[in-house]
C-alpha cells in the first residue's frame, strides 16, 4: 500500500496533462501512485502517459472501453487503487508541491480539502482564490447544501480516507458529467464521512475563463446541466431520507431548487455575454422572478467582497 493514490481522468488533454503529472510526481509526499484515467482520447494523450508509465513505476494507465466522462473515469480508478488516501487532480490542474504533505497530516477526517486557486491557462499564472467567498472547517450536509453564491463546495477536490469509501462502496454517479463531486460528497455525509476545509491554498484549478487573460480555457470540457444535477441531489435524499435530519431534508430541497431556478439566469448571463439583447430580453421575459432572484444574489455578493 502507497500513502496515496493520485487519481487522474484525462480525456484530450495531451496539452496539459505533463504538467499534471508533474506537479503529482513533485510532491514533497512521494509516497504515491497517479493513476491516470484515459477516457476516449483522440489526441496523442495515450502515447504520452506510456512515455511518462515507462519513465516512472509510480504512473499508470488505465484506459476506458469507450468515453464515460469523469464520473466514470473516477470510479475506473478507485477499482484499482491502493493507497490509504485517494486524492483528485484533473489533467488540466496542477498542485502545490507540500499539498499532499499538508493534508496528509490532518488527523481524525475521512476527507480532507484545501482552498482553491485559480489558474489563468493562456496567461500562465496564478490569479488567486478562486472563490469569492472563503471557508475553513468542519463541513456537514446543511453547510454544504446551503451555502449559495460565492462559494461552491462542489468545486473542492479533497483527498479521502480510501477505507471509508469501500466501507460504503461510494462511487461517482455515472449519470452526471457535471456536479459529480457535489453528490459524491453529500452521500459521503449522510454516510457519516468526517470532512474538514482548511485555510492553506494548494490546488492550482485552470478556470474556464481566464481572470487576468480574459481567454476562454480550451481545455475545459464540462457542460453543466443542472436540472440533472437537482435531480440527483433529490435521489440522495430519498436514499438517505431515514436517516436525515429535518434540516438537512430541508438543505437538499433548497439546493435542489437553486439549481432548478438558476438555468433561466445563466441562460440570461451567456445572452449577455455575447452582446445578444434578443436574446437576454426573451429569456429575462420568461423568467422574471428566478432571473431576478438570481441576479440579486450575485450583485449583493459582488458588493460585500469587493
Not at 489526441?43 to 464520473?71: C, H, W, Y
Not at 474538514?196 to 478556470?207: D, Q
Not at 439583447?277 to 441576479?295: C, D, E, K, N, Y
Request: glycine share 8%; net charge neutral; proline share 4%.
Amino acid at each position: 500500500m502507497v500513502s496515496v493514490s493520485v487519481i487522474m481522468p484525462a480525456f484530450d488533454a495531451v496539452a496539459t496533462i505533463d504538467r499534471a503529472i508533474d506537479s503529482a510526481l513533485g510532491q514533497t509526499l512521494g509516497d504515491l501512485e497517479v493513476i491516470v484515467v484515459d477516457d476516449g482520447s483522440r489526441d496523442a494523450t495515450v502515447d504520452l502517459v506510456r512515455r511518462r508509465e515507462a519513465a516512472d513505476p509510480r504512473v499508470r494507465l488505465v484506459r476506458m472501453a469507450q468515453n464515460g466522462g469523469p464520473a466514470a473515469a473516477r470510479n475506473a480508478a478507485l477499482d484499482v487503487a491502493c493507497g490509504e488516501w485517494v486524492a483528485l487532480l484533473d489533467a488540466d490542474d496542477a498542485w502545490r508541491p507540500d499539498r499532499l504533505e499538508t493534508l496528509t497530516a490532518v488527523a481524525g477526517y475521512d476527507f480532507v480539502a484545501d482552498q482553491i486557486l485559480g489558474w489563468d491557462d493562456a496567461a500562465g499564472m496564478e490569479t488567486g482564490p478562486f472563490m469569492r467567498r472563503a471557508f475553513a472547517g468542519d463541513v456537514d450536509s446543511v453547510r454544504l447544501l446551503r451555502t449559495g453564491s460565492g462559494y461552491d463546495f462542489g468545486f473542492l477536490q479533497p483527498i479521502m480516507r480510501r477505507s471509508f469509501l469501500e466501507s460504503i462502496d461510494l462511487r461517482y454517479p455515472v449519470s452526471l458529467r457535471h456536479g459529480e463531486d457535489l453528490v459524491f460528497y453529500v452521500r459521503a455525509l449522510a454516510a457519516g464521512a468526517r470532512f474538514r476545509v482548511l485555510p492553506y491554498g494548494g490546488y492550482l484549478y485552470t478556470t474556464p475563463r481566464g481572470r487576468r487573460s480574459g481567454v476562454v480555457s480550451p481545455h475545459s470540457h464540462t457542460r453543466p446541466d443542472k436540472a440533472a444535477l437537482a435531480a440527483a441531489l433529490e435521489a440522495v435524499a430519498v436514499e438517505y431520507g431515514s436517516r436525515l435530519s429535518a434540516a438537512e431534508r430541508a438543505a437538499f430541497a433548497w439546493r435542489a431548487d437553486f439549481y432548478r431556478t438558476r438555468i433561466a439566469f445563466d441562460d440570461f448571463v451567456d445572452a449577455c455575454r455575447r452582446r445578444d439583447a434578443g436574446a437576454a430580453i426573451a429569456t429575462f421575459g420568461a423568467a422574471p422572478l428566478r432571473v431576478s432572484r438570481h441576479l440579486a444574489r450575485e450583485l449583493w455578493l459582488r458588493l460585500v467582497t469587493g
